[in-house]
C-alpha cells in the first residue's frame, strides 16, 4: 500500500518496530510523574496523577485528590514508575482501599496489580500477564540479558550493563550486550530515560 500509494501515511501500534522503509518511531513513554515533594497543585496536574485519579473515581465515585491525599498519590504512581496499566490497576482498588493502604501494600507489588477489567484482553488484566506475555516473546538470549538487567534500580547506562552483563572475552560480551539492549529497546522492554537539558553530554541512561 505505501509503495502503491505515495501519499498515504498508516500509524500502527505495536510493541515492536515494522523496520520497514518510510517508519518514523514514536516510543510512548511512562506516564509523567510528580514530585512527592512538590506543591499540592503540581502534584494533582501529573499525567500519572490525572489518570490515577480518572480510574479512581470510576472504581469510586466520591474519590478525589486532595491536598490531604495528593502526597500519597504522587508516591503511589512514583512506586508504579507511571507505567499506565499498573496505575489503572492499582487505582481500582480504592473501593476497598485508602490510598495511604494502598501504598503500604505496594512493597508486594504484583498480587495487588489484578483484576482488570473482564473485557480487557487477558495479558491486561494483571501486571503479571502483562509482563509475561512480553518476556514470552523474546529470544532466549534477550530474556537472559533482561534478567541480568533487573538488579539495576533507577535505572542504568551502557557501561554499567556491560559490566554487569559482560564475561571474560570483553569485546565480545560488549557487543553482545549492546545488540542484546537494542533489542530489548526494539521491543518496548527497556526505554532511554530522557536526560533534562541540564545535562549536557552525559551518557543516555536506560530503565
Partial sequence: ?????????ILVTSRVLLRITGEHAYPVRPLALPAVDAR????????AVRLFADRARSADPSFAV???????????CQRLDGLPLALELVAAKVRVLSPQTLLSRLAKTLPLLANGRRDDPERHRTMHDAIAWS??????EDQALFHRLAVFAGG???ESAEAIAGGDDEAHDASAVLTGLESLLEQSIVYRVEAGESSGDMEH???
Fill in 1 to 9: 500500500l505505501l509503495v502503491a500509494c505515495p501519499n498515504l501515511c
Fill in 40 to 47: 499540592t497543585h503540581h502534584q494533582i496536574e501529573a499525567e
Fill in 66 to 76: 486532595t491536598p490531604g491525599n495528593a502526597h500519597v498519590v504522587a508516591a503511589i
Fill in 135 to 140: 518476556y514470552n516473546l523474546l529470544s532466549r
Fill in 156 to 158: 542504568f547506562t551502557l
Fill in 205 to 207: 541512561r536506560f530503565a
